[in-house]
């Protein structure tokens, strides 16, 4: 199965429709990263995302790869450009995957340049192909990121859709998934990117009595699927 990162635009506000789409309206799989004028394809089997999280007060950036980037964004919309503030990395899982760790220094600390306090603005484009669309991400250093609206390299029969329910949850949700996809984790984070809860086996049901009602985002990963999903808790 062919390495994707996942960009994904979940919008917690209907007013932020007219600020940043389309960026919002598709989930973006990472074709190559441009550093430094050279190809930089993710290693196979590797599956990090990225998480564009909008709510009426803030952006809230999350990078997943074996690293974890958590930033404020600030949109410029009428010059296509965003910037990264208040950023912090923290540990991530990163899976027994060859060259793994070199892409996640790449990633994170190469292309959104993480010590020295990103490159920005970041750029945004799209192009419309026949039957797909690329978006790319220009660093202010000229490094890029290329993503399609469409997931790369992995056939029909391995994908696997997920969804959770009930949602608004008030005590627990289960997941609404095919069959056979092997649930490895779930894991809860806040809108800020704090991990308040994670499941490390699969479970019947998910109880999230001990939750605060609000906004989170569950992470879930098995085999053949790696979504996230915002969760209202009630």
């Not at 196979?44 to 790869?65: A, E, G």
């Not at 208040?86 to 760790?101: H, I, K, R, T, W």
């Amino acid at each position: 199965m062919k390495a994707i990162i996942k960009l994904v635009i979940c919008l917690l506000s209907f007013s932020s429709l007219a600020q940043i789409a389309p960026l919002e309206n598709y989930t973006w799989y990472l074709e190559k990263l441009v550093i430094n004028g050279n190809d930089v394809f993710p290693p196979q089997n590797l599956n990090p995302y990225n998480d564009f999280n909008w709510n009426n007060q803030q952006d809230y950036f999350l990078v997943q790869s074996c690293s974890d980037l958590l930033g404020i964004m600030i949109y410029d919309n009428g010059n296509s450009q965003f910037t990264i503030t208040n950023s912090s990395v923290g540990p991530g899982e990163c899976p027994s995957v060859p060259d793994a760790d070199m892409f996640d220094t790449t990633y994170i600390f190469e292309f959104y340049d993480f010590y020295t306090g990103h490159p920005n603005p970041f750029t945004y484009a799209f192009t419309n192909m026949s039957n797909y669309i690329v978006l790319t991400i220009t660093s202010a250093n000229g490094d890029k990121a290329i993503y399609r609206n469409q997931q790369l390299g992995i056939s029909s029969n391995e994908k696997s859709d997920v969804n959770i329910y009930p949602n608004p949850a008030t005590s627990s949700f289960q997941l609404d998934i095919n069959a056979g996809s092997n649930i490895k984790t779930v894991r809860i984070f806040s809108v800020n990117g704090k991990e308040v809860m994670h499941f490390k086996k699969p479970q019947c049901s998910y109880n999230v009595s001990q939750l605060s009602p609000g906004i989170y985002f569950v992470k879930i990963e098995g085999e053949y699927v790696k979504n996230n999903i915002k969760l209202l808790k009630i």
